[in-house]
């Protein structure tokens, strides 16, 4: 630890902390633009500029580290004077037109840099030279008239994303933020994950469907988790009017550290899905409204007089803990059912499950890929699935990673060279997916597992959807297509449907179907269920790597849709049950190949 | 002694700065008590006296020769020299006809636009002021109190020409800057 | 032989600046005079390129009399052309935010613009002719005004956070659900306003009483009228048909405004920047015609609120049914408007739907051109957009209200200044009568320069051969 | 030295931008990056090429040393100044009789150089200034001629050792369109990087243009100190850093100049085109038709034997006239 004089005040640090971290423990407020938390110090912008004792110069403070007893001074009239000179530099380069810009009054980093300097004017005139919108991407726009060149875009694309998109082309006062070799955004390498819009200062790059729908300021932020794959990234839910508006990465999140890929940010505000409304029981060809206890009733007569062995329940793996918990008591420890079902097919959650009861832990931590110098990359594609997986991986590769992927698990030789070479690597690590596991018996996945635990390898084990890994420590496994019963009971939740659920639920003669939206599904059923979505219903999740998330609620459900738990629960009453089964020690009792932190 | 005399006008804006000045309501009148309202947009004297007044107001950018004649007129008859609301101050929307020049937006008004009929052409009568490239009016005269603001809040109005008035140079920081 | 140069420099009391150029003949009387407006913008050509979704935040930058009328047309053009009509509630709220800009504009231009000339005269001394004057003349009528205006800017501030050019409303709906206790306040404070509404048309009806003479020569002249009407033919200020009425009060066409370029042209005149809408199949300048408060209650069968259709009434009679001809009477048309305004308030307020949460439509369908449509406080507004595949606009053509009303303002200063003004002593009373004849109309030069803004009146007086022979300032 | 160790030093070309002669720049556009200069600390002794501790020197440098193996440290300090030691290779141009690369001991004064080594001011001109150190150098005047040159008295004067670019300038010179012209170089070499750099250089560029062309405002002096000063004090690298030092140094001996083009639009050393005009003397014109038949633009009319005209208004100002005129008979005033 050292000691740093700011403006007067003595603050403790860390040693190799920046004269910026030292300002902001001591609670004085440095502008800058260019500096950015999460990525490399640049020292570009020159906003942050303060006086060091015994310095000939000013000194950028987001790159000059701190160092005992110095003494440094943030306020002084030639520190003000070099950040207005910025700023003014900065207003006369392009064109900013701040009463009509999407970041105005609030969100634009710029404009609350100059009026903490108490500007009201621009000494120096704009040159007004236009530069064309770049719209040609579906999800945000490019406005190269308000970029301020700071490149923290360009930064994260390829320092954090490891994309390398966005670069600059032309040098000095030509320069021009461009994507690739400077063709439409719409057109490029782009995977529309969104970083750059959340990581730029200004709004040069603009989100297209929350534009003008309100601040920062004016929207209520809800963290939650991200149920787009298995991660456990942490995002920030904000909304306004009980109206989901935009998703962004938390950026202290110990997985994603401030990221999310193109799913965890778009797809839920792409959601076009209409919304079950009310409960509904088939009338003939007809499905007509109802209120609950109708509907309750029918289901529960149903599931009386059918046999339990001629009963299937199916459940979504993005249904919290809690619903997976009251699922599992009611239909199999109560009803008995014949099959419990899980609605989609990925095995790797309940193999690594099966396998821990054999070998204990032997699996690491997600966060080992950001700091590995080869990985081997088995039977998952991260460029679709688990994309922040793969930007830990990407972002190492200028770095010298070495990287082998198998994304279809088809190239054998492919392990065998990794095998072989592995002594190479001082940090090595295997990620397997859902085609590996796919393609092999338990006998290769044994062999596999010894080889990697003698040769120090960390082994990533991806466990498919939001909550797969929760259920099948729970016993839910993926559903047994062979198996036909005459009744189905579906909790759907928000689930997409694909064609294996509707294969499923066609089946059976009586279908009860619990969903959120409208499906194929819901469509064939004989009762259906309103349900909540992921920002409606709150509850816990088990991450790829064992970690217990709460998906807290974001919105208010909408009427008359229930929460699993209290339909099942209600369900359950029908038959003089009352729900106990603690789902804490549901996950506590089971061994696990990776140690759970609850 | 006598009120201090204010005189205002308005150049390429949208008038929108003497809205936000009348939504001072009541405090007009309190206003009135402080100053003395000379040539405004909303009163009837044509002209900033020639004797000069002490503050003088100018909201709007200047994008046309007549504008020009106004602001200079307008600095050499006042003492002090507002400039109200971004138009005035930046340059405002409608500098972002520098990007394509006054030409080619006379042409689109005035040939291109699809309700045009025949007599579509553009109006060059002597009458009329020529265009110029649209700046700030600093960029022509000395501008001594900045009140940026699209448009700037009645209270920030109000605040100003109360300093002002008790023959204070305005700060104009925190709440009263607002560039929006 | 007349020689005199009047310049009345610029026209007060009226948003933006204009000219006027009258000609002389030998014998000191008027030979003709021209209307002037004297700016120019450019929107529509450097809104090209611009995502057609900001369009509802640059376009009221154009005028900030009336910004909510271009927040609104923008909004709508832009639901059309993306094809996400906003929920019932939106609508609503926008409708709300419209009122709230009427009785602003509205009781603005009566009691602080136009008022001066009415209440203190048109030959009162120009030095105190103003609101001031007005404050020290009748301050309690001062202050009522005043609090009208300001209840029309809480309205547009209750909902879009500030009364000049608001963020509320975008393509698909509003942004901001409205609060029970805005809407509490709201109509807490809404019969004082009503109240005020009518001492305006008492006191205006007094003035009517008292000036018969000259309302009956000031600028009475024929035209057609135009604006937007209910199915019923009701007034309508937010949204419908556009209905256009012969001078007979006849009506010759009723059309989507989205079909506008089938029905209306634009003539250019070489000496304005403000150019001539008329209604083509008459041509120009047969096909010329009015709008505003008084082209609007000429084309009106009704008024759907019970105090304004009162009024109406007394209106429709001025005229034994047919249109009412007297610019003038636009004061009067203008106060019946803000009563309707206000009575509308309350529907709205009281609608069941106005406190909902399901403000915005995200659902876009996307189509190649999109027309927004409006009543705005001087007339019907159009905003016209073509967008290309990624939502940016190509073509932007606006057609704003003041333009409508270019002819009728020539005509009535051509009018009124051979009525009033002779030469050779020229006193200054007739020149205010002559600013009063654009005064009435309530231009918003702003607007229609977007396109135009600057109209410093002058009046020029030339020999027969045109030349200019002496200057006089007033 | 006691040991059989030895190695090659092979000298490559580079990239080319003139920022990476920037030791940071230089390091990015060898790893293959933009060549942009990156904070110092680290400094590339510590953290250099691909992060490994870097020995970064001038091909000058490392083409003394093995000499300073071969002849001794005795010998080589033997030349040179108290604190600047050897010699410095310096490019000797502009209005001298010879031009050049030439390598003199540190201490040598500019005298010698510009006249001795130099051969003095070409055709009897008079000499104005001279730049040293390349385009971010400064401008010293008859005054300086006597320093020596070396780092400490160079850097005491208001300009560089720098590249060991050495321009002499007659007083056919313009100190204006000197200061325009070094800006323009170090305007378009900027990378772009640091704000002051990339936006201050082209600023300051825009108001020299202004001036030179006669367009000048009181202000832009004011505006002038303040982008200079600010610009050296807040980039990032040498290259902003030193930027305007050719516009500083000519507006602290050459202020006159700049006041002569903005306040009475005049060029006192007849260079800025839109300040002069070419006009015949009908005293020396002898009618030859030469200037008639090589004007561009057939601006000079006149018959042979005539006294000819310059048509002021077709004038390009290319100066071709004044170059061919064999009876100096076209003024420039």
Redesign the interface.
Known sequence: MINVNINGQIVEVENGATILDAAKKAGANIPSLCHHPKLHPYGACRLCLVEVQGARTLVPSCTAPASDNMVVLTDTPRVKQARKFVLSMLFSERNHFCMYCQATDGDCELQNAAYAEDMTNWPFTPLYLPFAIDASHPDFILENNRCILCRRCVRVCGELVGNFTLGFEERGSASLLVADNSIPLGESTCISCGNCVQFCPTGALIDRRSAYQGRQTDLTHTESICLDCALGCVRVVLTRDNRLVRLEGLLDAEVNQGLLCGLGRYSPVKDQRKRVTTTMIRRGSQLVPANWEEALDVVATQLKTIGSDEISAYISPRQSIEALNAFVEFFRDHLQVRQLGLLNKDETASVSVRLAEEFGVFESDVTVLSDCDAALVLGADLTDKHQVAGFMLKRQLPGGLKLFSDPDATKPEMLEEFKNRVNEWQTPVMVLGENFVKRSNLATLRELIDWVDGAHVRLVLLKGEANAYAAAINGILPSDPSISTKLAYMVVGDHYANSNNIASLQQSDFKIVQAAYQSELTDIADVVLPAMNWLEEEGHYLSTDGKLNLNHQALQPIELAKSTVESVTRLATKFGLTLTRNWMSALTDQPTSITLSL | MAKPKVASDWLAGCAGCHMSFLDMDERIIELTKLVELRSTPITDLKEPDEAGVDVGILEGGISNTYNEQVAIRMRKRSRILVALGDCAVFGGVPAMRNFYGAEAALKRAYVEAESNDDSAKIPSDPELSKPVTVKPISDLVKVDVFLPGCAPSADAIFAVLADLANGKIPEVKDDLNDWH | MTTTKIT???V??????A?I?VHMNEDGQVDHA?F?V?????F???C????V??M???T??????C?VSHHLAASKAADAALGCPPPRPANLLRELMHMGQIIQSHA?HFF??AG?DLILGFDHD??T????GL?NAD?ELT?KA??L??YG?AIISELGE????P?FS?PGGV???FTASGREKLLMALDEQIVTIQVGIKVFKEWMNRNMEDINKFAVFPTGYLGLVTPHNSLELYDGQIRLVGSNGVELVKFAPKD??DH??????????L?F?YYKPLG?PDGAYRVGPLGRLNLVDQIDTPLANEEFKLFKQLNHGLPVENTLHYHYARLIETLFAAERVRVLLNDPDILS?D??N??QNPQEHGVGCIEAPRGTLIH?YHINE???LT?V?L?VSTGHNNYAMCKAVDSVAKTYVHGPNVEEGML?RVEHAIRAHDP?L?CSTH?V??M?LEIDILDPEGKLLKVL?? | MGTDFSFDLEVRMGAGAFVCGEETALIASIEGLRGEPRVRPPFPAQKGIWGKPSNINNVETFANVPQIFLKGVEWFSSMGTEKSKGTKTFALAGDVAHTGLIEVPFGTTLREIVFDIGGGIKDGKKFKAVQTGGPMGGCLTEENLDLAVDYETLGQAGSIMGSGGMVVMDEDTCMVDIARFFMEFTQDESCGKCVPCRIGTRRILEILERICRGEGVPEDIDHLELLCQQTIQDSLCGLGQGAANPVVSTMKHFMDEYKAHIYEKRCPAKVCRSLIRFEVDPENCTGCTVCARNCPVGAITGERKQIHHINDDICIRCGICHQVCKFDAIKIV
């Not at chain 3, 009221?60 to 009399?65: E, L, V, Y």
């Not at chain 3, 002719?129 to 001031?132: F, M």
Request: hydrophobic share 30%; glycine share 4%.
């Open positions: 009345i420099e610029p007060t009391r009226i948003e933006g600046h000219k150029t021209y002037h004297n700016e120019f913008r450019g529509e050509k450097f090209e390129g611009r995502l979704t900001e509802q935040q640059i009221p930058r154009i005028c900030g009399i910004p603005m602080e613009l001066p120009p030095a002719r103003n609101v001031v404050i301050p202050l005043i609090r205006r300001k800017q500030r009364s000049i050019h963020m975008i942004i901001r659900a506008y370029l209306i042209a634009e003539h250019v005149e070489n000496w304005s920047y150019k809408p120009f949460t403000i915005l995200t659902r016209d990624n939502l940016q073509s053509n057609i205010n918003c702003s396109a803004g600057q410093p300032r007033r």
